[in-house]
């Protein structure tokens, strides 16, 4: 690693078309470091530093009014209400608050077994891939991967086909605030207003819902209780739109991600067709090899004394899980791609209090997406035009995917 500083090689293309080289280098450097980026943030890059951050008591997730830092401040008042529904999104909560609102979510995920989703999923995959089939090529991520998890989240929350579309829209818009780079006036008010497009739209669901229960989420999320406590209304429409943020596009990315690794190492893409038993392990190894979320940044809240460092109270960590799966202390052998390895101790769905709540979902749309296009699409292969990553230090994904079959 050049004396380069970490800011100048986070702003150059080339780290996003493959940033492991980076990881590597910084990792050897030293694991845990004190770098310039955004005026100065812990870097943490092994495996064994990375999952002790993710549970560390002080390092916290209260950031839901982050994005209003980037604005100026003559908007912030303006901007307030968007501010408050992320406020209340149990992502951004440290325990107790947390440990309360991740109960009640998690009682309602625990009812909403797999097994009953499993056919709505195949048939919105089958569906897709349906439309795009006669055309002999598509856009993966547009085509399919953007609207996979978008179709199921919204059936999962009951939303009727013909809302559908204009779900999308405001998903996106909300994606656009909290996923991209540092957003703009402009990308804010449009979120704030899909916001509450969306919350207004959930409102008038739940008044039916109370009347006609259903088997949806948002039945489940009302009739939510844990140790005698129940989900205010603000709560319940707060984590609705969390739900349609959190699933989109990191699952939008696993499809796209995964699809393009295994399209460059033909030999496990064989691999995994001639035995489709593999599927399980592939899609952890494809979540291990290029983590949807890259990273995680978190407070420090209080001072820390940490192998030797001291990590001070108000100071940024930057938790790089896909440095971490890259970590030969962990996964032997990291940079291979092997659709046959045991990699599900991956921290790609993070590990401590904040563990995704929808793992579970993500690796079956997962499953079945994959299977699928290997299965339907014997000849699939890549396009002439070489893809391009997102310049984004979190989200990792594709711009597009261009594929024959
Ligand atoms: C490949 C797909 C996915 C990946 C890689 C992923 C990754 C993550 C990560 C890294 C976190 C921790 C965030 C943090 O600590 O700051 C998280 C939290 C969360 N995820 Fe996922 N996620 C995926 C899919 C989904 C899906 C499909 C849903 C639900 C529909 C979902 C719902 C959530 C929720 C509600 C949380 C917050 C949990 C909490 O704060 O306790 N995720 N996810």
């Known amino acids: 690693m050049s004396e380069r500083s970490v800011a100048s090689y986070l702003s150059d293309p080339a780290f996003y078309a493959d940033p492991y080289p980076l990881y590597r280098a910084l990792r050897e450097r030293d694991p845990v470091m004190f770098t310039d980026l955004r005026g ?21 997730n209260a950031r839901a009014g982050g994005f209003l830092k980037a604005l100026p401040p003559d908007t912030h008042a303006e901007l ?12 951004f909560y440290d325990p107790p608050n947390h440990t309360r609102l991740r109960k009640l979510m998690g009682h309602t995920f625990a009812q909403t077994s797999l097994d009953t989703l499993r056919p709505r999923v195949e048939s919105a995959v089958h569906e ?12 993966v991520l547009k085509d399919f991967a953007f609207q996979l998890p978008l179709l199921v989240i919204v059936d999962m929350l009951g939303v009727p086909r013909d809302k559908r579309d204009e779900f999308i829209v405001w998903s996106g818009d909300i994606g656009q605030l909290l996923g991209g780079a540092t957003p703009t006036l402009e990308v804010a008010r449009r979120a704030q207003r899909s916001v509450a497009a969306m919350t207004e739209y959930l409102r008038e ?20 209780e844990a140790d005698g406590d129940k989900l205010t209304e603000d709560e319940l429409y707060a984590q609705c739109v969390l739900f349609l943020f959190a699933g989109h596009e990191t699952t939008r990315n696993l499809i796209g991600n995964g699809l393009y690794a295994l399209l460059r190492h033909p030999e496990e893409l064989e691999k995994l067709r001639r035995d489709p038993s593999l599927i399980k392990t592939a899609v952890e190894e494809l979540l291990r090899y290029d983590s949807p979320v890259q990273m995680l940044s978190r407070v420090v809240t209080d001072d820390i004394e940490y192998k030797g460092r001291r990590i001070k109270k108000g100071q940024m960590a930057m938790l790089f899980m896909a440095a971490a799966n890259r ?8 940079d291979r791609l092997d659709v046959a390895r045991k990699a599900s101790r991956h921290l790609s769905f993070a590990w401590g209090p904040h563990l995704c709540l929808g793992a579970g979902l993500a690796r079956m749309e997962a499953q079945i997406a994959f299977s699928a296009l290997l299965q339907r699409m014997p000849d699939l292969r890549l396009a002439d035009e070489p893809p391009q990553f997102v310049m984004n230090l979190v989200l990792r994904g594709l711009q597009s995917l261009e594929v024959r079959f």
């Open 40 to 60: 100065g943030a812990w870097l943490f890059t092994s495996y064994e530093d990375v999952a002790a951050g993710l549970k560390h008591e002080r390092l916290s």
């Open 80 to 91: 307030q209400p968007l501010a408050e529904t992320l406020s209340r999104w149990m992502l």
């Open 128 to 139: 897709l891939l349906d439309a795009v089939e006669p055309a002999g090529h598509m856009d």
């Open 205 to 224: 669901r739940a008044a039916l819902r109370r009347r006609a229960p259903a088997d949806d989420i948002l039945t489940l999320l009302l009739q939510a």
């Open 327 to 334: 970590d030969p202390a962990e996964f032997p052998d990291p």
